[in-house]
């Protein structure tokens, strides 16, 4: 079995957490939680803190609600989504 927060080859894998304030689905300290395990286990791997930071990002939403970001701050959500496939396929920040 291999870790979902690493490649099977062991390489990590950059991600971002979308999350929003209003979510009465999924609370917000439930994706922070999520978060802080993905850096925790990249830090395991050896990874220095910094790196673990900057691989696993929380973009938080105010007053969207379960699924709503994309219909209520589009723009914002798919400049996110778009930032981080550029980091996934290594060629942008």
């Not at 690493?6 to 979308?18: E, H, K, M, Q």
């Not at 219909?71 to 989504?81: A, P």
């Amino acid at each position: 079995m291999h870790d979902v927060f690493l490649f099977n080859v062991g390489s990590a894998v950059p991600r971002t957490y979308i999350f929003s304030n209003t979510d009465e689905m999924v609370m917000e300290e439930d994706i922070t939680g999520h978060a802080e395990i993905a850096r925790q286990r990249l830090r395991e791997t050896g990874l220095d803190a910094e790196t673990a930071e900057d691989l696993v990002r929380l973009e938080e939403f105010f007053g969207t609600g379960h699924v709503n970001h994309i219909k209520e701050e589009g723009e914002k959500y798919w400049s996110i989504v778009k930032k981080t496939w550029k980091r996934v396929r290594n060629d942008g920040s």
